[in-house]
């Protein structure tokens, strides 16, 4: 199989957010400090009626039906989450209702855990698949789904959720360069989930941010490398049209894409204009724990690439903002915002993504994208997946009803018995949603 990649995605995320602007004065923190400096807008969270379950159902019926594909023409589907709802059962093995309905039971692949990372395993997976002896000609199905919440705290307004699901084959507007891909996967305890009875992360923010800026730097590094033994040729940010950043929050994308500026710089410092080389000149003797800690560097290097952020990096950062990180499917979130923007105009294109899940696992690679040939073309991924559409619908809800929704939530995790208000009035036709967790929990699901 040639050109293999993503022929279409679809996004869901729930109608339900809340205005950063409004936590930021409700939690008492500074005016500026989420929507500055973090860099959010907007958040969207999980009511009692949503899961990871109910969205990825959403999405996987959403992409199905609106692309017109067969469900019998899936041979495999892959779950990225790290949203745990049952140590056992897989995420996929819940998608298979929709299935078993139309007589399609082979179908291989589960899901991919590691934080922010399973989404990307997941993808990796599929599109192994269809490039191995083992494809058997059908699709392959990738679904990235979380709800992130954190307790109380500063981490708190750097939650999201979402689904989002992807169709893979040969021929695909948005194709793998797989030749160009570096990893870098570590031991570290930065963000992690050890108390299984609660849903709420222990994290290191910290810690978190220099594991991630770290990661980048040696990801870039591995991919230049890899880039350059196979092209004969030099790589820099001048190769790549866009770059695509799994974005826990906007600013640390802002960061991440200064600190690539800054690694060509020290790479090769004629691949950089000569007003970056004088600003960033006095930064070029720090070693690298260093340069995680100075202000000064991060300061001139956002400076001297705030235009190349505007035009590789702005136009991927819309969903991110407005609904938070969404753990795995952040990443892919972020990319579909640029082919909301950008659509037709992405044909020929390079794109680069960074996938980070801490604890640690990363991975740069690399597409090339194309118009494509209808309905799997980059244009008509862009009408069908509505996102401004999507955004405009929601509902926001005060601070004080977001704090009781969480409250409520922390109630209901890991909890039996139950029957949820089946309140769906928010929800669009179409959305899943969750009615009843019996004694033995075992969950229930409806459609609107
Ligand atoms: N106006 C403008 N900016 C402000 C204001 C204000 N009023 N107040 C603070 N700021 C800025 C700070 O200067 C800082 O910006 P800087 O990083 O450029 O210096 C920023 O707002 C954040 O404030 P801090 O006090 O540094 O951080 P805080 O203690 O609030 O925590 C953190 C932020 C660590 C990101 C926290 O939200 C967190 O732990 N999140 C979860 C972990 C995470 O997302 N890690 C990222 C990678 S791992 C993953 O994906 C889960």
């Known amino acids: 199989a040639k050109n293999v990649g993503i022929l279409a995605t679809e996004i869901y995320f729930p109608p339900t957010c809340v205005q950063q602007e409004a936590l930021e004065a409700h939690d008492g923190a500074s005016k500026g400090k989420y929507t500055i400096g973090l860099g959010q807008d907007c958040m969207a969270f999980c009511t009692e009626v949503e899961d990871v379950i109910s969205m990825s159902l959403t999405a996987v019926t959403s992409l199905l039906e609106k692309y017109k594909v067969d469900p019998k023409q899936i041979g495999r589907l892959e779950v990225g989450s790290e949203t745990v709802i049952d140590k056992s059962k897989s995420i996929k093995t819940f998608l298979m209702q929709i299935f078993e309905k139309y007589g399609n039971t082979d179908i291989e692949g589960v899901d991919s855990t590691n934080a922010c990372y399973g989404g990307t395993a997941a993808l990796f997976n599929c599109v192994n698949w269809v490039e191995s002896s083992s494809w ?24 999201g959720a979402a689904a989002i699901a992807m169709l893979i084959g040969p021929d695909a507007p948005i194709a793998f360069e797989s030749k160009f891909r ?9 963000f992690y989930k050890p108390d299984l009875a609660s849903e709420y992360p222990v ?9 991630y800026l770290m990661a980048l730097d040696t990801c870039y590094k591995y991919f230049c490398h890899k880039y350059e033994k196979s092209e004969g040729k030099q790589f820099s940010l001048s190769d790549a049209d866009y770059i695509v950043f799994h974005s826990p929050y906007n600013k640390l994308v802002q960061k991440s894409f200064a600190r690539l500026v800054f690694n060509d710089f ?17 930064f070029s003797t720090l070693t690298g724990d260093e340069s995680y800690q100075s202000r000064d560097l991060e300061k001139a290097s956002q400076q001297v690439s705030k235009a190349l952020y505007d035009a590789k990096v702005r136009p991927t950062t819309l969903i991110p903002k407005q609904v938070g990180n969404m753990y795995t499917a952040s990443l892919y979130a972020a990319f579909v915002s640029l082919l909301h923007n950008k659509n037709s105009e992405l044909a020929g294109k390079r794109v680069i993504l960074f996938s980070y899940g801490s604890g640690l696992t990363s991975t740069m690679f690399s597409l090339r994208l194309h118009e494509g040939q209808h309905p799997f073309s980059l244009s008509n991924i862009a009408t069908v997946m509505n996102v401004a559409g999507k955004l405009k619908s929601r509902h926001e809800f005060p601070p004080e009803k977001f704090v009781e929704t969480m409250k409520l939530m922390e109630h209901r995790y890991g909890a039996k018995d139950f029957v949820t208000s089946k309140d769906c009035s928010l929800l669009s036709p179409g959305t ?4 009843e967790v019996d004694s033995m929990y075992r969950r229930f699901y409806a459609k609107k």
Do not use: F, W
């Open 266 to 282: 020290t790479r090769n410092a004629s691949s950089v204009d000569d007003i970056t080389k004088e600003k960033l000149g006095p």
């Open 182 to 190: 570096g990893s870098h996967m570590s031991h570290v305890y930065d």
């Open 136 to 159: 058997d000609g059908r699709y392959g199905l990738v679904v990235c789904t979380d709800s992130a919440v954190y307790a109380e705290g500063p981490a708190r307004p750097t939650g």
């Open 203 to 211: 994290v290191d923010g910290k810690l978190s941010q220099t594991c």
């Open 432 to 435: 899943y949603y969750l009615t």
